[in-house]
């Protein structure tokens, strides 16, 4: 079991899957959205279009297609509005539900960015706590995925995420 904190490009991640933080359409985005189906290229689309969109929370996986990742579970944070909204709730969702769909399907090692916190501005200290803290205990209860890498796209989440696991 081993949950690791990097700076990096998701999409260059050679994981069995790599998270994206995508909206409830599963259409594309900006971000890291915008990122993955660009590196993914246009099959990814075509194959997020049979999906029917995702709730807020939940987790639907598809191919890689072109990225190094044989996977991309794509999963939709919430929009922060002022945390009252059950937005903590929602974000560790994303979390488990995430963990839940690999496990399902025998997957060992994941990347996650840092769901939310663009876009969505859910505060990053405390994105980074439950993101931190729901990987950690779910690690403990599954068997097939062993291996988490956050993947920082800048200095500011890395350093809210180590400060979290300090
Ligand atoms: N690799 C890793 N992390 C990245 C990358 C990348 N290539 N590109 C952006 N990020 C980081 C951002 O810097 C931020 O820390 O991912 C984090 C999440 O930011 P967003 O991508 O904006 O995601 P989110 O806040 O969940 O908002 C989702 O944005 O474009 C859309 O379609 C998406 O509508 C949805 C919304």
Not at 91 to 106: D, V
């Amino acid at each position: 079991m081993q949950i690791k904190i990097e700076i990096g490009d998701i999409t260059t991640y050679e994981v069995d899957a790599i998270v994206n933080a995508a909206n409830r359409t599963l259409l594309g985005g900006g971000g890291v959205d915008g990122a993955i189906h660009r590196a993914a290229g246009p099959e990814l689309l075509k194959e997020c279009k049979a999906l029917n969109g995702c709730d807020t929370g939940e987790a639907k996986i598809t191919q890689g297609y072109r990225l190094p990742s044989p996977y991309v579970i794509h999963t939709v944070g919430p929009i922060w509005k002022g945390g009252y909204q059950s937005e903590a709730v929602l974000l560790a969702n994303c979390y488990r539900n995430s963990i839940l769909l690999a496990e399902q399907k025998e997957l060992r090692s994941m990347a996650f960015p840092a769901i939310s916190t663009g876009a969505f501005q859910f505060p990053l200290d405390k994105a980074a706590g439950i993101a931190i803290d729901t990987v950690s205990e779910m690690l403990k209860q599954v068997k097939k995925v062993e291996k988490i890498i956050f993947v920082c796209f800048d200095d500011k989440t890395y350093q809210a995420y180590h400060q979290i696991n300090a």
